[in-house]
């Protein structure tokens, strides 16, 4: 069982930047593959990012490509997600999850409770 816990999302302006956190709980973290998804009013939940276990491969949606960088810090059972350059329509709940499969799957078994990110415009 993991427990994901994220934070530090808010509110910021076009073109400005937040770094999200997903702690999680358990000694088997560093066995996960991590990702981060999102949900923007009126529409379904979509992928944005995911890290391997070792943190050696990563996959990005091209909307989020060359603006959004995620990474993990195995000692510290975390894993970040840097955003620049934000839009409008990054405009979203984002979610943190766990999956015991390959860093490109999309089936995640565990999630956290979300947090908001809004951008102004």
């Known amino acids: 069982q993991v427990q994901l816990v994220e934070s530090g999302g808010g509110l910021v302006q076009a073109g400005g930047s937040l770094r999200l956190s997903c702690a999680a709980s358990g000694r088997t973290f560093s066995s996960y593959t991590m990702g981060w998804f999102r949900q923007a009013p009126g529409k379904e939940r979509e992928f944005v990012v995911a890290v391997s276990s070792s943190g050696a491969a990563t996959y990005y949606a091209d909307s989020v490509k060359g603006r959004f960088t995620i990474s993990r810090d195995n000692a510290k059972n975390t894993v970040y997600l840097q955003m620049n350059s934000l839009k409008p329509e990054d405009t979203a709940v984002y979610y943190c999850?766990?999956?015991?499969?390959?860093?490109?799957?999309?089936?995640?078994?565990?999630w956290g409770q979300g947090t908001q990110v809004t951008v102004s415009s």
């Open positions: 999850a766990a999956t015991s499969r390959w860093v490109g799957a999309r089936e995640y078994d565990y």
